[in-house]
C-alpha cells in the first residue's frame, strides 16, 4: 500500500524494473478531480498516482497516457496503453483501488504485466 508520500519511485518487483522516477501521489478531493488535466506534457520517467481510483477519462487531456490499475495489495489488474485525449477509460475496473497515469511507452518499457506487483519507495536522485 502507497504511504502517505508526495513523491515516489514506482518499481515493478516482479520483473524488477523501473516504471516511473518521479511519480507525485494525488488523494485530496481536488488534486485526483483535476489530474493532469490541462497539463502540457509529462516527462519521460513522471507519473501520476490517483487514489483511490478505480476509472479514468481523457477529457480535457492534451497528449496521450499509459495507465496502470492497481488492487490495495498493489497487484496490477488492468492496464492501458496510448489512450489519447477525449476518450473515456472503462467505467469501472473490478478490484482497482489507484492508477498510475505515465507517458506512453512506460508500460512496455518497464514490461509490465496485469498481475505484476508494484513496489513504492521514495525517489533515488
Same mark, same amino acid.
Given at each position: #500500500?502507497? &504511504?502517505?508520500?508526495?513523491? +515516489? &519511485? *514506482? +518499481?515493478?518487483?516482479?520483473?524488477?524494473?523501473?516504471?516511473?522516477?518521479?511519480?507525485? *501521489?494525488?488523494?485530496?478531493?481536488?488534486?485526483?478531480?483535476?489530474?493532469?488535466?490541462?497539463?502540457?506534457?509529462?516527462?519521460?520517467?513522471?507519473?501520476?498516482?490517483?487514489?483511490?481510483?478505480?476509472? %479514468?477519462?481523457?477529457?480535457?487531456?492534451?497528449?496521450? !497516457?499509459?495507465? /496502470?490499475?492497481?488492487?490495495?495489495?498493489?497487484?496490477?489488474?488492468? %492496464? $492501458? $496503453?496510448? %489512450?489519447?485525449?477525449?476518450? %473515456?477509460?472503462?467505467?469501472?475496473?473490478?478490484?482497482?483501488?489507484?492508477?498510475?497515469? !505515465?507517458?506512453?511507452?512506460? /508500460? &512496455?518499457?518497464?514490461?509490465?504485466? +496485469?498481475?505484476?506487483? #508494484?513496489?513504492?519507495? $521514495?525517489?533515488?536522485?
Amino acid at each position: #500500500m502507497l &504511504e502517505d508520500r508526495l513523491v +515516489v &519511485e *514506482v +518499481v515493478n518487483a516482479t520483473r524488477g524494473t523501473s516504471v516511473a522516477r518521479q511519480v507525485r *501521489v494525488a488523494r485530496s478531493f481536488w488534486a485526483r478531480g483535476r489530474g493532469l488535466m490541462f497539463a502540457h506534457g509529462m516527462p519521460d520517467g513522471s507519473g501520476l498516482v490517483i487514489d483511490p481510483c478505480s476509472s %479514468i477519462h481523457m477529457f480535457f487531456m492534451r497528449f496521450p !497516457l499509459d495507465v /496502470i490499475y492497481l488492487n490495495k495489495d498493489d497487484r496490477v489488474v488492468r %492496464i $492501458q $496503453q496510448n %489512450i489519447r485525449p477525449w476518450r %473515456i477509460g472503462p467505467v469501472h475496473t473490478s478490484g482497482a483501488r489507484y492508477v498510475i497515469e !505515465l507517458p506512453i511507452g512506460s /508500460i &512496455e518499457r518497464s514490461r509490465t504485466a +496485469v498481475g505484476d506487483i #508494484m513496489s513504492f519507495t $521514495q525517489p533515488t536522485e
